[in-house]
């Protein structure tokens, strides 16, 4: 079983003007982000639009990530649905096509209470033997797993991972302390990485890091792994102005994109109706770009 901890880049699905999906691109995206030196990739998250996709894309999507990661770095899966059912489709789908693990937002439409969230993570694990990342992120999802809840789940085989994107920095401890460490906890919030590390994270399910993966690799390496503040915020500072323009303009899908062409990538369009950046967003992203070179 590979070990998740540490960088893993959330990846764009790159679309064309018509809908399609550029596989090779996203595959190239993959390989370079690999010699960048990140520690693992994500398919099928919310930066990668995976709400706006049908069954066969997102089927493609995955096998193309792993088959393109080679066994070199992790590679995770988004594999969340509105049911149980479709979920464990999803995740064992992943788990077929070699995913080290997958990522999963609990059901978001209706609402589920604690004890519902509970059996949904309960029964995905009893029926794929898979690493089980859960995703918090109630800002989109509107669903917020608390602390008290994660303990739960932490009882649970294989839910071993919590990408905690609440927003609210005591979180952290407060799951750490809870679970009794049980659970392994990523950043999902792109300006609370540094402060993050400093109270426990083990990871990051990064975004910037598809523009800046080395410097995003080395604010993980001096702060969570070598407890070097100093030097980690020296570099968190040259960071900073790029993470909160992806966390706030509210436009990140189309800004990752638009980097990642500038870098020679693929970034391609997104789906609709998200609305094209601006010549003054295209500025400001390339200045960003430019600091953190």
């Not at 994500?42 to 088959?67: C, H, P, W, Y």
């Not at 479709?86 to 439409?109: C, M, N, S």
């Not at 390496?221 to 303009?249: C, F, I, M, Q, S």
Request: with cysteine.
């Amino acid at each position: 079983m590979q070990t998740i901890h540490g960088v893993y880049v959330v990846l764009t699905t790159p679309f064309g003007k018509t809908g399609e999906i550029h596989y090779e691109g996203m595959a190239k995206n993959v390989q370079w982000l690999i010699g960048q030196g990140v520690h693992g990739v994500v398919a099928l998250g919310s930066t990668g639009e995976f709400a706006s996709q049908n069954d066969e894309q997102r089927k493609r999507v995955a096998r193309t990530v792993i088959e393109a990661a080679d066994g070199k770095v992790p590679v995770l899966v988004g594999a969340s649905a509105e049911t149980t059912e479709k979920t464990i489709e999803y995740v064992a789908q992943a788990k077929d096509f070699g995913a080290a693990g997958v990522l999963v937002i609990p059901p978001w439409y209706y609402l589920p209470p604690p004890e519902e969230i509970v059996y949904h993570y309960g029964t995905i694990s009893d029926a794929v033997d898979l690493p089980i990342m859960v995703y918090n992120n109630p800002w989109t999802s509107k669903v917020d797993i608390r602390p008290e809840t994660v303990a739960a789940l932490s009882r649970i085989k294989n839910v071993t991972h919590i990408k905690e994107s609440s927003g609210d920095l005591r979180r952290i401890a407060e799951i750490r302390t809870l679970t009794e460490d049980r659970m392994t906890v990523f950043c999902g919030w792109e300006d609370l990485a540094f402060e993050s590390f400093a109270v426990g994270a083990q990871g990051w399910i990064c975004v910037v890091g598809n523009f800046a993966p080395r410097l995003s690799v080395r604010l993980f390496e001096l702060v969570a792994e070598r407890k070097d503040l100093d030097g980690g915020w020296t570099v968190y500072k040259k960071l900073l102005p790029a993470l909160r323009h992806l966390e706030r303009a509210g436009k990140m899908h189309q800004t990752v994109k638009y980097a990642l062409d500038q870098l020679g990538l693929c970034g391609g369009e997104s789906t609709h109706p998200r609305l094209p950046l601006t010549e003054e967003e295209k500025a400001a992203i390339r200045r960003l770009q430019k600091d953190v070179e």
